[in-house]
Structures are given as structure tokens and as C-alpha cells.
Nanobody
Framework: QVQLVESGGGLVQPGGSLRLSCAASGFFFSMFAMSWYRQAPGRERELVARSNTGGSTYYIDSVKGRFTISRDNAKNTVYLQMNSLKAEDTAVYYC????????WGKGTLVTVSS
């Protein structure tokens, strides 16, 4: 069955870095757009970054220049490198796979606090 398993979340101080990973299985990974979403307390889930099958990427304005999404199709894994983290980046981060259907992971918590 389809599985998306996120890892790499945790507590980090403002200005610090984290690298999230999402290990995928059960579908043709290279044929899916892979994205990271996040949901902060009391807010709606929002798209953070997307890696398309053709190699292009998309970022929301608030993370441009700080976050980098990458994928390794041989390892069926997508990453999110997060640098210069801010308190407002605190959220549960979810991995998403999309082609026609959406698949979701269970999320990993990122807390940015001093």
C-alpha cells in the first residue's frame, strides 16, 4: 500500500536549520509531483514547496531563499532543507504526493523557538 513517512522534525532555535525527509513506497514515485505542506496551530494547511516531475520547483514567497526542496527518484525520497528558520515556520510539516490522487504522510512537527 501507499506510504509516505516523514522524518527530521524537532526543536530548533531561530536561525537554525533542519532537513526533513519523506520516504515513499507503494507507487511510482518518479511520476508524482512531490510537495511539502505545513499546518500551524489554528491555521489552514498550506503548500510550502513542490517538486514537479519535470524538475521544476515552486516555493511560497515566505520560504524563498531559505528552503530547498529536492528529490531522489532512485531512493523514492523527497527532502526539504530548511535554513534560517523563524518562529513562524513552526508547524506540522506534511509530505504530499500528487498525480491524479493525493497521498499524504502523517506529518512531522517542527518547532522553532529559543
Amino acid at each position: 500500500q501507499v506510504q509516505l513517512v516523514e522524518s527530521g522534525g524537532g526543536l530548533v532555535q531561530p536561525g537554525g536549520s533542519l532537513r526533513l525527509s519523506c520516504a515513499a513506497s507503494g507507487f511510482f514515485f518518479s511520476m508524482f509531483a512531490m510537495s511539502w505542506y505545513r499546518q500551524a496551530p489554528g491555521r489552514e494547511r498550506e503548500l510550502v514547496a513542490r517538486s514537479n516531475t519535470g524538475g521544476s520547483t515552486y516555493y511560497i514567497d515566505s520560504v524563498k531563499g531559505r528552503f530547498t526542496i529536492s528529490r531522489d527518484n532512485a531512493k523514492n525520497t523527497v527532502y526539504l532543507q530548511m535554513n534560517s528558520l523563524k518562529a513562524e515556520d513552526t508547524a506540522v510539516y506534511y509530505c504530499n504526493a500528487r498525480r491524479i490522487t493525493d497521498y499524504w504522510g502523517k506529518g512531522t512537527l517542527v518547532t522553532v523557538s529559543s
